[in-house]
């Protein structure tokens, strides 16, 4: 990939510089002043030029400033409290990017996959050809795909990327076809099945004046058992690290000595402030989670690795498989932080001279993650791209569909049972128990499939308490269908144990589950044991594990996702509504003006620490 590889990429620049970007003269003066005085007696580049690495993941289409909680970073204070600050929008993610390139001739903007995806309405109401146009103008240089870019499938994705109409609903704009990403999608480990060819570019080479650098891209190896199976149905997603090394030794015979690897999986550092110190006490030791055996594994070849999925902030130090210091980052997710990394290429050897990175917290970092904060200027090519897009979905968008007295937590509850996990579980029973609905006498919902919280502030002139059509689907926007189905209590009850042993050990996924059911989680043991047994009753009677019992669940989990094999069990299968249409219909049931809904008690699940 060029420098300037697509389309409008390269006017675009240039009309950035005229806007004020950084002049030659003041470029020069930054210069230190034994490389001015180089340049000027020989006209020769000096040996190592500084390459600006900007990168963020995870923005999952959110184009407004997210609400709540989701639209907040932490930041560690100097006498170790923590504060709360707003952040995110691509109107400041946009001015964020732009001044950060001020005075960097070489700038490359790349990002860690789930662009899109799980997205707000003003995007996802569009197949969020909004999030791609913000990303052409933003200039993003290359991204990876994630797990979120399959959930409309190989063929949506590859719509993205070429452009084009969608098949179904068309052109949004009179006389106007969608262009695809000006940028690369890179998929190295997925795919087709019939021609085990990557579905789109394994990597991409940048080049600018001599100075190449490589990126390849990949998604994390389980994004099957996190997707709906229409998403991923024939595709393979290989291994990580094979794939990596594979396309490293690649792009080495070619010539390509500088590499980074863009990776949609990551870690959990041991604090949540996105200036937290994870190289303390030592290089890596304040994270943890599959990224860092990925950090370990992938050759020393590849010189940064760009990681997301996990939504975290982190700048650390994991050593390569030599030995070597190796940056592994995350900006967090939703647009909120990017990261601003220097990478000293040597023009004679070609690489990335590896000696010079330096973590975020060192004397002289070379790599930091930055807070989009909201009170520098909006870009106003990015707030004229939003209210073009508002005024489209407006009439969906500002509907009423109830009436909330607080907020209603979600995404931003830490707690194993959430408020609003307990709402849409109870929305579903509701909607499925009538028997010509599907007869269910419990619902579970899966708790990643929950993105966002339900905010009480006013996001827009709806009102204070006043959920919006637009803030329900931003809750619930995958559109899943429902299903009700047969499953014995025996499988019940393997289904509650499969939330925190097998795949999910290491990282519980605990289910939301409808009023009725409850169980006690004894987190104090391991794997299946978590789960006490016979604790487990369903309206006060226990689980009879010989009894069958009609459970609702979207089709995601209805599918076996995220793990719970014993789902996918279910027979006698009937298919209801969508999880969205009986959410706003038990908002509109249950609330009124005069009557909001509270935030529902959480006391289905007893956990012992």
Same mark, same amino acid.
């Given at each position: ?11 675009? #620049? ?114 969020? +050809? ?10 993003? *240089? ?204 040597? #023009? ?25 904060? #909201? ?41 194993? +049972? ?86 999910? +050990? ?37 689980? *009879? ?58 006391? #289905? ?5």
């Amino acid at each position: 990939m060029s420098a300037t590889p697509h389309k409008n990429r390269a006017s675009r #620049r240039v009309l950035a510089a005229a806007a004020g970007l950084a002049t030659v003269g003041a470029l020069v003066a930054a210069m230190p002043a034994d490389a001015q005085s180089r340049d000027q007696a020989s006209h020769e580049p000096a040996r190592t030029v500084d390459v600006q690495l900007l990168s963020f993941n995870d923005l999952h289409g959110n184009l407004e400033p997210p609400a709540g909680s989701a639209g907040t970073v932490t930041e560690k204070q100097a006498d170790g409290t923590t504060k709360a600050i707003p952040a995110g929008g691509v109107e400041y993610l946009a001015s964020s990017l732009r001044t950060a390139r001020q005075g960097h001739p070489y700038s490359i903007t790349a990002a860690g996959g789930d662009m899109v995806g799980a997205s707000p309405l003003l995007s996802g109401l569009f197949h969020d +050809e909004p999030t791609i146009e913000a990303l052409n103008k933003i200039d993003l *240089d290359v991204t990876t795909v994630g797990n979120h870019e399959f959930d409309e499938g190989a063929t949506e994705l590859a719509r993205l990327q070429n452009g084009g109409c969608h098949p179904v609903e068309g052109c949004y704009a009179q006389g106007t076809t969608f262009q695809g990403a000006d940028f690369p999608y890179l998929a190295a480990n997925v795919t087709d099945e019939k021609t085990g060819r990557p579905i789109l570019k394994p990597y991409t080479v940048w080049k600018k004046n001599g100075v190449k650098i490589g990126f390849i891209g990949v998604t994390l190896e389980g994004t099957p058992n996190i997707v709906t199976a229409n998403g991923v149905k024939g595709l393979k997603f290989h291994d990580e690290i094979e794939t990596v090394n594979k396309y490293a030794k690649e792009l080495d015979r070619q010539g390509v000595k500088s590499i980074v690897a863009l990776i949609h999986e990551g870690g959990a550092p041991a604090s949540s402030s996105y200036n937290y110190d994870c190289d303390s006490p030592g290089a890596g030791d304040g994270i943890s989670g599959p990224i860092v055996d990925i950090a370990k594994g992938i050759s020393p070849k590849v010189d940064a690795l760009v990681t997301g999925h996990t939504h975290q902030a982190y700048v650390c130090t994991v050593p390569d498989p030599a030995g070597n210091p190796r940056l592994v980052t995350s900006a967090s997710s939703f647009g909120k932080l990017y990261t601003d990394t220097t990478l000293t290429y040597d #023009r004679r050897t070609q690489d990335i001279v590896r000696t010079s990175v330096k973590s975020s917290n060192s004397s002289n970092p070379t790599s930091a993650n930055h807070i989009v904060t #909201r009170d520098q200027p909006k870009a106003t090519d990015m707030t004229a791209l939003i209210a073009r897009w508002n005024t489209l979905a407006a009439p969906i968008a500002s509907r009423p569909q109830g009436y909330i007295s607080a907020d209603i937590n979600g995404r931003g509850s830490t707690a194993p +049972e959430k408020p609003l996990g307990n709402l849409i579980a109870d929305a579903q029973l509701e909607g499925l128990a009538p028997a010509d609905k599907g007869g269910a006498v419990v619902a579970f919902m899966n708790p990643g499939g929950i993105r966002a919280d339900l905010v009480y502030k006013s996001t827009g002139s709806e009102g204070d308490g006043v959920v919006t059509y637009g803030e329900s689907f931003t809750v619930q926007p995958f559109t899943n269908m429902m299903n009700v189905v047969d499953l014995t209590g025996a499988q019940l009850i393997t289904a509650l144990q499969q939330q925190v042993s097998g795949s999910n +050990e290491a990282s519980p996924k605990i289910l939301q589950v409808s009023k009725g059911l409850t169980y006690t989680l004894d987190m104090t043991k391991t794997g299946a044991a978590r789960v006490v047994v016979d604790t487990i009753k369903l309206n006060g009677a226990a689980i *009879d594990p010989a009894k069958t019992y009609r459970v609702a669940m979207n089709e995601f989990l209805a599918g076996g996702g995220d793990g719970f094999a014993a789902l996918g069990q279910g027979t006698n299968k009937l298919v209801g509504a969508s999880d969205l249409d009986l959410f706003n219909a038990y908002l509109s049931a249950h609330s009124s003006a005069a009557a909001p809904l509270a935030p529902p008690v959480t006391d #289905r699940i007893t956990v012992v620490q």
